[in-house]
């Protein structure tokens, strides 16, 4: 299986200032037809995953552009360029090259 | 617009049984790959297992946590995915999700509780 890891595990960030947060693969997540399945997640208290980023770069629909998704291979990183308060919550990578494994979690408060 | 909706959560004992649907609209059901994905009470996310599609001869995969214990069906006719679960363990309390992917895209369902607990 191939192992998301996420760091940092918990990120207080002030408001209106960026935030980033990083995600290794165990292995490279280029999948045979050339994409790369890693998305990022976004998780409030008792309501379900939002789809933020697919595909390493790409916001999905609805997704303010504060947003961005970068990387290649296996280290990835979200970037949050001013955070707002309703960026609080538990920050997910996903990837889906191999299967479906979940990096553990970041949680953004403010500080 | 894609939707997914699961159902029948709830309470059961330890090594007891339960049955979880998910009726999915806004896209061609056939040509979808399907998982289940679950999250434990102040847990991260888990994948619990896979359905490929029409295409792909709908192959099912499982994590290795419930191999042999749950079985994944569908009904493409129906646009419904399923899950059974038997031998339930306290561990396997979780509110779980139904997930599917359009062009490296995941959408979610809103899940499912099962709690498992005497």
């Known amino acids: 299986d191939i192992v998301m890891t996420q760091t940092p595990l918990s990120s207080p960030v002030t408001l209106g200032q960026p935030a980033s947060i990083s995600c290794r693969s165990s292995?490279?997540?280029?999948?045979?037809?050339?994409?790369?399945?890693l998305s990022w997640l976004h998780q409030r208290p008792g309501q379900p995953p939002r789809l933020l980023i697919y595909?390493?770069?790409n916001r999905f629909s609805g997704v303010p552009d504060r947003f961005s998704g970068s990387g290649a291979g296996t280290d990835f990183t979200l970037k949050i360029s001013r955070v707002e308060p309703e960026d609080v919550g538990v920050y997910y990578c996903?990837?889906?090259?191999?299967?479906?494994?979940f990096g553990g979690g970041t949680k953004v408060e403010i500080k | 617009e894609v939707r997914l909706e699961e159902s029948g959560g709830g309470l059961v004992q330890p090594g007891g049984s339960l049955g979880l649907s998910c009726i999915a609209s806004?896209?061609?059901?056939?040509?979808?790959?399907m998982d289940w994905v679950r999250q434990a009470p102040g847990k991260g996310l888990e994948w619990v297992g896979r359905s490929t599609n029409k295409a792909h001869s709908y192959i099912k995969e499982y994590a290795a946590s419930v191999k042999g214990r749950f079985t994944i069906s569908r009904v493409d006719s129906e646009n419904s995915l399923h899950l059974r679960m038997v031998s339930l363990q306290i561990e396997d309390t979780a509110v779980y999700y139904c997930?599917?992917?359009?062009?490296?895209?995941?959408?979610w369902g809103q899940g499912t509780q099962v709690t498992v607990s005497s």
């Open positions: 806004g896209f061609v059901f056939s040509d979808n790959y």
């Open positions: 595909k390493i770069s």
């Open positions: 292995q490279s997540l280029v999948a045979s037809d050339g994409d790369t399945y």
């Open positions: 997930v599917t992917w359009i062009s490296g895209v995941a959408y």
């Open positions: 996903m990837q889906a090259t191999q299967s479906v494994t």
